[in-house]
């Protein structure tokens, strides 16, 4: 009887873990991924935003961020003056972490299968690694300001 209930915790808390966060809105920066929320509580450095409802309606340079438009995508673009925020590769981050640089990395949910990506810094407050799928994952909750 232990072994049926814990098989159906286990089955339970893998299957919340992986739910995506309806809440998250992704924003792609110079081809860096950060949140709305994020931008929205660093708004010195934006010029402009344009908001994509879904994925059909992503440009070009934007396709490949295509699996982060469910609720929409924004596309953020800095003040000349600002520069940029500090940005580092999901690889680069699996690597400090003790993961193979490849290794999916899931942030609110959403896998990211190619960890060339970068995210800003800020994205990366809540990180820990986890199993997810059998496999040692860094898991990353955007902060909610």
């Known amino acids: 009887m232990k072994k049926i209930l814990y ?64 609720n929409g995508l924004a596309s953020v673009k800095f003040k000349k003056e600002y520069g940029t925020l500090d940005f580092i590769s999901l690889a680069e981050l699996n690597k400090q972490n003790g993961i193979a640089a490849e290794t999916p990395v899931v942030i609110d949910g959403y896998e990211f299968n190619d960890t060339k990506i970068n995210i800003f810094a800020n994205l990366m407050e809540n990180s820990e690694v986890k199993d997810y799928n059998g496999k040692k994952t860094l898991v990353i909750a955007s902060p909610k300001k």
């Open 7 to 70: 098989s159906l915790l286990l089955v339970a808390s893998v299957s919340v873990f992986a739910q995506k966060n309806p809440s998250t809105k992704f924003a792609i920066a110079n081809g860096n991924v950060g949140t709305v929320a994020m931008f929205d509580a660093n708004k010195q450095y934006v010029q402009s935003v344009n908001m994509f409802k879904n994925s059909a309606a992503l440009p070009q340079d934007l396709k490949k961020f295509s699996f982060l438009a469910e």
